[in-house]
Each structure stands twice: as C-alpha cells, then as structure tokens.
C-alpha cells in the first residue's frame, strides 16, 4: 500500500509538485502520510496549495482538506 497527498490549487485542480518544487512522499502507512503533512502544510500554503486529499493506492480517502486557518 502507498499513502501519498494530492496536491490542490484555490480551484481544487491538482496541482504537479514537482512545479512548486516540493516532493510529496510516498509512505507506508496513513499515518507517516498525516505525520508528513503536518510538518509540510506551512510550505504548501506558501507555495499556493490550498487544498490536500489524502489518497491510498490512487484512491481518495478523504479530502480535499483546507490547509489555511479558518
């Protein structure tokens, strides 16, 4: 199994990290995934992300997931 984010624009299209320069890992388990996004979501924002969905194996757990302060 491979958890990994899906990356999203203000208009949930997903977006390529490689053209933010940010690579998003692949991890082993859900929680390695949420452990990664906690650390990373500050760098996102920056970098215009505004929404994460949380996929395993390509398929969408859950999200899509705000990542400013409401």
Known sequence: MS???QL???SGTP???ATLGVE???????GDAESWLGEAWR???D???ATVTLQ???????????LAAS
């Open 8 to 10: 999203e624009d203000p």
């Open 43 to 45: 760098d996102l924002l």
């Open 24 to 30: 998003v890992p692949e991890c082993d388990n859900q």
């Open 56 to 66: 395993e194996d390509g398929e969408r757990v859950y999200g899509p997931m705000g």
């Open 47 to 49: 970098r215009g992300v």
């Open 15 to 17: 977006i390529d990290p």
């Open 3 to 5: 958890w990994t984010w």
